[in-house]
């Protein structure tokens, strides 16, 4: 054992000089295998992120939501709604929300615009709780500065910035705008006893389909949207994407084996050489193998972690820069959104396998038949 | 004792290329002895060399060692044995290039499983020996005609093998360096090892340590003298 020990590490130094040797060569290998790694890791990294936070969210939020429509569009709820959903058995927790879309004339952005639940949020009086993405997109610092808003009539009102939330939920809060229920209701026109929509809880969640199925029958004019509906529709949005870059990934991959393929096809003369020195001083065919089982061990895993490491780095700390338009829904799942870190073990093994097994099978190939000559060849 | 028996050596066998590289030699090299090959360029030396050193095969006869015939024996067999008995120091050097010297000295222990340091450590004596301490780090295609030479000499040394093989070991050295080489190979064989030289070299054959000198010319052995 310890002399299996020590042969494996004189190869591994043996194999890291005869790398270091060809420094250029390989490292220009390990960048382009990298970068391969990195757009493939990204995008695993982002979609499962995206998917358990989704999960994550959607498990706090209400599991029905009502919306009254009217001719099939959804309208302003009536306060009445609440105490009607309220009385229906097995149902807590009863709430009518403000919240929806403004869109900015000034400078062309859509907001968020809700009243907040947790009664920290909730601004003063003539004052707004805004993400940072708003300040920055007007051109100020959020300190103490107004904040204009144009009404639907086309009248400004002035509201006092009180602050903005931080930046590690930046992605989650760009664009929201949070405001007291009388602004709320002043600035859009709604008048009071009247919601957006109407949230409810359920004591137990089996039951959700019976309730809402029986609420159906006592208000025909409402629709009741659970939250498993929400997480189907979600789900089946990341599916759909993940299916798409699944597919982008598979080509890079495919471009990777053909490199590979090539490396395969063609053992240098120099390379078959120095396997032939190697077999004439004593090394048998199982050492120049294990050496090339170290050399593509060290050049794929390398690869797999620098580009695993900074496809880490470049969604959860950057935000996933390069894929968040193909991968987030703008008005989808926005605002509601922020990444944190979540691996997904499996995935990253298969793709650790994927990336390493083909190349250092690659490499073998030639090295085999070099390996297993006759070692006179070099005699001359 | 080495033994070989009708050894006989075609190369490009059956084609319009063929060489004759070795006729039928009969020929016992003797253990713990000094036994160098002379003859003109071309005769089959290295050849010679490459069959005793199990590196190549004879096209027919048979070779053995100690008793134990090696000509038939399956590839596998025959690296063990290059591994466990033979240091091999060629002519044309063959050591890796990019590698630096101390590097080149310790590959024919690597698949040994010895400890790192002990190895290293050899290593470094062997190329003491040799005067080519001062440059076990630089890689092995910056040293000189000599100093490559007595790189390939260390690496034919480090395993300690019992039998030391070197294909015109002296052919870059001057005085001074061939008869340090030559003051390695009494040593050896003060020590039991036995040694087969080739060689143009006059220092070479009238060496004191000589036991044996076979002359070669055009595939066949031509004299022996003791
Ligand atoms: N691989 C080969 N293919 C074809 N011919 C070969 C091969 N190796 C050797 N020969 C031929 O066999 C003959 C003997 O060669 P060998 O290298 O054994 O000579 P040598 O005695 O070592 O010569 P020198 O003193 O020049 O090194 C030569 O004619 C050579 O051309
Ligand atoms: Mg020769």
Not at chain 1, 99 to 116: E, H, K, L, Q, S
Not at chain 1, 154 to 181: Q, W
Not at chain 1, 229 to 248: C, H, M, N, P, S
């Amino acid at each position: 054992m310890i002399r299996w020990l020590r042969r494996q590490r004189s190869l591994a130094d043996y194999t890291l000089a005869a790398l270091a040797r060809r420094r250029g060569k390989n490292l220009a290998l390990v960048a382009i295998y990298a970068v391969v790694v990195f757009f493939v890791a990204s995008a695993m990294f982002f979609a499962a992120a995206l998917r358990s936070e989704s999960t994550a969210v959607l498990a706090d939020a209400p599991e029905i939501v009502v919306q009254r429509l009217v001719l099939g569009r959804q309208d302003l709820i009536g306060a009445e709604a609440i105490d009607k959903v309220a009385a229906i058995r097995g149902v807590t927790d009863v709430k009518g929300r403000l919240w929806g879309y403004f869109y900015d004339r000034i400078n062309g952005a859509n907001y968020t615009v809700m009243v907040p639940d947790d009664p920290e949020m909730i601004p003063e009086p003539r004052s707004v709780i805004v993400g940072e993405g708003i300040p920055r997109a007007r051109g100020f610092t959020w300190k103490g500065s107004p904040l204009f808003l144009s009404r639907e009539t086309g009248d400004l009102k002035k509201f006092r910035i009180s602050r903005t939330f931080g930046t590690d939920s930046a992605l989650m809060t760009a664009d929201l705008v949070l405001m007291n229920e009388a602004d709320f209701r002043d600035f859009f026109g709604i008048a009071p006893g009247f919601y957006t929509d109407v949230v409810a809880r359920v004591r137990n969640p089996q039951e959700v389909a019976k309730i809402v199925e029986k609420a159906g029958y006592a208000m025909p004019e409402m629709r009741f949207v659970t939250r498993n509906d929400i997480i189907r529709t979600y789900q089946k949005v990341f599916d759909w994407r993940e299916g798409l870059l699944a597919a982008l990934a598979g080509a890079a991959l495919l471009a990777f084996a053909i490199f590979a393929a090539e490396k395969a096809s063609g053992l240098s003369a120099e390379e078959a050489r120095e396997i032939g020195i190697l077999k004439a001083i004593g090394w048998d065919t199982r050492d120049v193998i294990s050496m090339k089982l170290w050399e593509g061990g060290l050049v794929s895993l390398g690869a797999f972690l620098l580009g695993a490491v900074t496809a880490y780095l470049h969604v959860f700390f950057f935000g996933g820069t390069l894929f968040a338009p193909v991968l987030k829904g703008w008005a989808v799942i926005y605002p509601e959104f922020d990444l944190s870190p979540h691996i997904d073990g499996l995935q990253l093994t298969t793709l650790a396998l994927l990336t390493t097994v083909p190349y250092i099978a690659a490499t073998l190939v030639p090295i085999w038949r070099a390996a297993s000559a006759d070692p006179d060849a070099i005699m001359r | 004792m080495i033994e070989l028996q009708s050894v006989t050596k075609l190369y490009n066998e059956g084609r319009a290329n063929q060489v004759e590289a070795l006729r039928g030699i009969d020929l016992t090299v003797a253990r713990n002895a000094v036994t160098v090959l002379k003859g003109p360029s071309g005769s089959g030396k290295t050849t010679l060399l490459s069959l005793i050193a199990c590196m190549a095969r004879p096209t027919s006869g048979r070779i053995s060692l100690d008793g134990e015939l090696v000509s038939g024996l399956p590839e596998s067999f025959l690296t063990e044995l290059r591994r466990t008995t033979f240091g091999f120091v060629f002519q044309r050097f063959n050591l890796v290039r990019g590698l630096s010297v101390l590097e080149n000295v310790m590959l024919p222990a690597v698949p040994l499983g010895q400890d790192h340091a002990d190895v290293r450590a050899r290593a470094m004596e062997r190329l003491d020996a040799l005067d080519l301490a001062g440059k076990a780090q630089m890689k092995v295609e910056q040293l000189s005609g000599g100093e490559t030479q007595r790189a390939a000499i260390a690496r034919a040394l480090i395993n300690d093998a019992p039998i030391l093989i070197a294909d015109e070991p002296t052919a870059n050295l001057d005085t001074v360096l061939a008869e340090r080489f030559i003051d390695i190979v009494t040593g050896l064989r003060a020590e039991g090892r036995t040694v087969i030289i080739t060689s143009h070299d006059p220092r070479i054959w009238g060496a004191e340590g000589v036991d044996a000198v076979i002359e070669l010319r055009d595939g066949q052995i031509t004299g022996e003298f003791a």
